[in-house]
């Protein structure tokens, strides 16, 4: 059991880590605080280019007061060089007598040796306080650095009959204000939107983070288009517009797309990678390893139906967020997902989170075997 300090004090470290969102990405989002006779003597956050891990940043500001306090952490303490010495180390230096972090490192380099190498030296360790909410804050590193793969979030917009769409063509109507503007926080904290062909010849959407806050990377902008439809359309597409300067739209297409829509498309600032083509798209695996390999963490899936029925049926969904609107479209209009029945191969793991967002409901839901 913590007491009623240590919940306080931790959540002060997940506050600091969550201002790493967008400015941390590869690496984890971790704040710590150095806590001396119950006052915050040290704060820390890390931010990928400033390099400094958080608890190094907090021990610094205590100074001398560290000697004999408490260090929290939403993360545990890293204990191998990178590109910084180990944190455990610095931890030890400082004479920090109890460490208490929110979760075990899922980096297979840590993984628990941090915790284990303070207590040898004689620190008293605790992990998992405020652990679900330390979990959720690094949910697409803790995948990424396990699997090589980014964590990949569902997003969508339905009717209370589960469409998202009236009409396959064009766009409807259906997010409130709301609900549009927590779509744009869910897509500042991603690294990468995905969307396919059809979505972007329908509904012609800029897909960025539009929440004005600081970025270390744009957010990409990924595409599946395994002929290049996108080059063949006459009306222009806002897509487009950023592209060449920021570099931030990645097409995958299949090796049969011709080279003279390969060449339009690097004329307008796209980047183009091809993968293998599969039934009826693309190799949704190969899609998602490269993503990885590009120390892209995180993506926010918002396609059609098409697109999302092979996600889901291909196990590469990890979140459900659907954001259901208080209207009914009907049997002929787009459904969420178009897919064979899953026979509970994909089944919801815990509670399902509901919360109202302006008149609409928004419900998320973590996918497992």
């Not at 408490?70 to 230096?93: D, F, K, M, Q, S």
């Not at 009236?166 to 779509?183: D, Q």
């Not at 259901?324 to 026979?343: D, I, K, S, T, Y």
């Amino acid at each position: 059991m913590y007491r009623l300090n240590d919940l306080d004090f931790m959540r002060e470290a997940l506050r600091l880590a969550a201002e790493g969102t967008a400015l941390a990405s590869p690496n984890p989002r971790v704040g710590a605080v150095v806590v001396r006779e119950g006052e915050i003597v040290g704060r820390g956050v890390h931010l990928y280019e400033r390099q400094t891990h958080a608890e190094v940043m907090a021990l610094a500001e205590a100074g001398e007061r560290a000697q004999g306090g408490t260090l929290y952490l939403n993360l545990e303490p890293c204990c191998h060089a990178g590109r910084t010495p180990p944190c455990t180390e610095a931890v030890i230096a400082a004479g920090i007598k109890r460490v208490v972090a929110g979760m075990i490192d899922p980096n297979p380099r840590v993984a628990g040796a941090g915790l284990q190498q303070l207590a040898a030296a004689g620190i008293a360790v605790e992990s998992g306080c405020l652990g679900r909410e330390a979990q959720r804050l690094n949910e697409g590193f803790a995948k990424w650095i396990r699997t090589g793969m980014p964590f990949v979030t569902l997003k969508a917009a339905t009717s209370l009959d589960g469409r998202i769409a009236a009409f396959s063509t064009r766009p409807t109507a259906i997010s409130s204000h709301p609900a549009r503007e927590r779509v744009q926080q869910m897509r500042h904290q991603c690294d990468a939107v995905l969307a396919g062909v059809g979505t972007v010849l329908a509904d012609n959407p800029l897909l960025t983070d539009r929440t004005k806050r600081p970025r270390r990377r744009p957010l990409l902008r990924v595409i599946l288009d395994a002929t290049l439809r996108v080059a063949a359309t006459e009306v222009p597409l806002q897509l487009f517009k950023t592209a060449r300067r920021n570099r931030d739209v990645l097409i995958f297409h299949a090796p049969t797309a011709s080279a003279e829509r390969r060449t339009a498309l690097d004329k307008a600032g796209a980047r183009l990678q091809e993968v293998a083509a599969a039934e009826h798209g693309l190799e949704l695996g190969a899609v998602l390893r490269h993503l990885g390999s590009e120390d892209i963490t995180s993506v926010l899936l918002e396609a059609g139906g098409r697109l999302n029925g092979a996600m889901l049926a291909g196990g590469w969904v990890d979140k459900l967020v659907l954001f259901q609107a208080p209207l009914l479209l009907g049997a002929n209009a787009v459904p969420l997902a178009e897919m064979p029945v899953m026979a509970g191969t994909r089944m919801v793991r815990g509670p399902l989170q509901c919360e109202s967002v302006g008149p609409d409901v928004m419900i998320e839901a973590y996918l497992g075997e």
